[in-house]
């Protein structure tokens, strides 16, 4: 592979079976605190197996995680195997039921375009998070859920929908956390390495500019 950038890129599969078994682990949505907690475990778990890569996005339905030079490609599909089983295997401890992984092996050419698909990432979660908690919202007050998804359609802008999503919260302001995904990253403090999760981060623009600051480039 020519690229100089990699990302595991995994997706979260048979999320009906874990709603549907939710007495068995307590989350009802995947936009509860609950369900994204257990989402940052997991990266942490993936960054911390051997390979250790860089950096890694945990969103409500998957986790990105960027390599750099990889091994050798003979190497990147027991990569891919390894990270994805590691990745299966916790979360699946953690619900007491069996979750699947689909895992696929991305490449970059350049901190630009890898940044892009950073911020497609929180874009896509932002959605999820957002649509999520407007249904809620909607079948609290007692809304068939075709009633739901109507009212979440017509609504005008994000803006709208946040403030639907406020009120379901019964908060002034829905907490960034709970919309802009999680980011895992090493950093070196005393000569050693820490693992550090992040989930204050800023969203749109001011995420893409968070990501060239933490990959040290310009965006060439």
């Known amino acids: 592979?020519?690229?100089?950038?990699?990302?595991?890129?995994?997706?979260?599969?048979?999320?009906?079976?874990?709603?549907?078994?939710?007495?068995?682990?307590?989350?009802?949505?995947?936009?509860?605190?609950?369900?994204?907690?257990?989402?940052?475990?997991?990266?942490?778990?993936?960054?911390?197996?051997?390979?250790?890569?860089?950096?890694?996005?945990?969103?409500?339905?998957?986790?990105?995680?960027?390599?750099?030079?990889?091994?050798?490609?003979?190497?990147?599909?027991?990569?891919?195997?390894?990270?994805?089983?590691?990745?299966?295997?916790?979360?699946?401890?953690?619900?007491?039921?069996?979750?699947?992984?689909?895992?696929?092996?991305?490449?970059?050419?350049?901190?630009?375009?890898?940044?892009?698909?950073?911020l497609w990432k929180q874009v896509l979660h932002r959605r999820i998070m957002i649509h999520s908690m407007c249904l809620a919202q909607q079948l609290a007050l007692g809304k068939s859920f075709e009633e739901a998804q109507a009212a979440y359609l017509e609504a005008p802008d994000e803006k709208a929908r946040l403030a639907m999503c406020a009120q379901y919260l019964q908060v002034d302001k829905v907490p960034g956390w709970q919309l802009n995904g999680l980011i895992g990253y090493w950093s070196r403090q005393e000569d050693r390495l820490h693992l550090t999760l992040h989930q204050d981060l800023p969203s749109g623009p001011d995420f893409l500019a968070f990501l060239m600051d933490a990959f040290g480039r310009s965006g060439e």
């Not at 960027?66 to 195997?81: D, M, P, S, V």
């Not at 990745?87 to 892009?116: D, I, M, N, T």
Request: glycine residues 6%.
């Open 1 to 118: 592979m020519a690229g100089t950038y990699h990302i595991v890129d995994l997706t979260l599969e048979r999320t009906e079976n874990i709603l549907e078994n939710a007495s068995r682990h307590h989350i009802r949505h995947f936009h509860d605190a609950a369900w994204l907690h257990v989402m940052g475990q997991d990266l942490v778990f993936c960054m911390s197996q051997p390979g250790m890569p860089l950096f890694g996005f945990s969103s409500s339905n998957g986790i990105s995680l960027l390599y750099k030079h990889l091994a050798e490609e003979n190497e990147h599909a027991q990569r891919l195997f390894s990270i994805t089983s590691h990745a299966a295997s916790f979360l699946s401890s953690h619900l007491s039921l069996p979750v699947k992984f689909q895992g696929r092996l991305l490449e970059f050419p350049s901190v630009k375009v890898l940044c892009a698909f950073f």
